[in-house]
């Protein structure tokens, strides 16, 4: 008779703990929804936020040669966009090409990355040649 009152107490704690078990199962993944959620969100907003300033950028980069302070000809200049800006053929327009520029546009307080520093590197190291492809 002892035997089976534990017993019985044994099933009920074990089955109070499962459905304990499960009912914390369930708040928790709704948590981890709700947190996923609202995480997706801000990703979303802070995604189409970089992603209007990259495009408004991109714009905005190809009118910096028409800028009065802008020091060379907008005619000499050619949009690359990646890896940079722009491309001066510097006396081009004249008949007279002095120089070649490579310029990078940045706003504010924006840094060249990592492969632009490269570049930048190279052609302060003047690693610069000139090379002609012929197709027959």
């Avoid at 990259?54 to 190809?62: I, N, R, V």
């Avoid at 930048?120 to 027959?136: L, S, T, Y």
């Amino acid at each position: 008779m002892i035997y089976e009152i534990i017993i019985i107490l044994l099933i009920a704690i074990v089955l109070y703990l499962w459905f304990k078990n499960r009912e914390w199962k369930l708040k928790f993944e709704q948590r981890v929804e709700e947190f996923l959620k609202q995480e997706e969100e801000k990703i979303r907003r802070d995604a189409i936020e970089r992603s209007a300033r990259s495009l408004s950028g991109k714009a905005l980069e190809k009118f910096v040669p028409f800028l009065e302070r802008f020091p060379y000809d907008a005619h000499d200049v050619r949009w690359l966009g990646d890896p940079v800006d722009l491309i001066i053929f510097d006396g081009y327009s004249r008949g007279n090409p002095k120089k070649v520029v490579f310029c990078e546009v940045k706003s504010r307080e924006s840094k060249l990355s990592k492969k632009q520093n490269a570049i930048k590197k190279i052609v302060e190291g003047r690693a610069v040649e000139w090379d002609e492809f012929r197709v027959d």
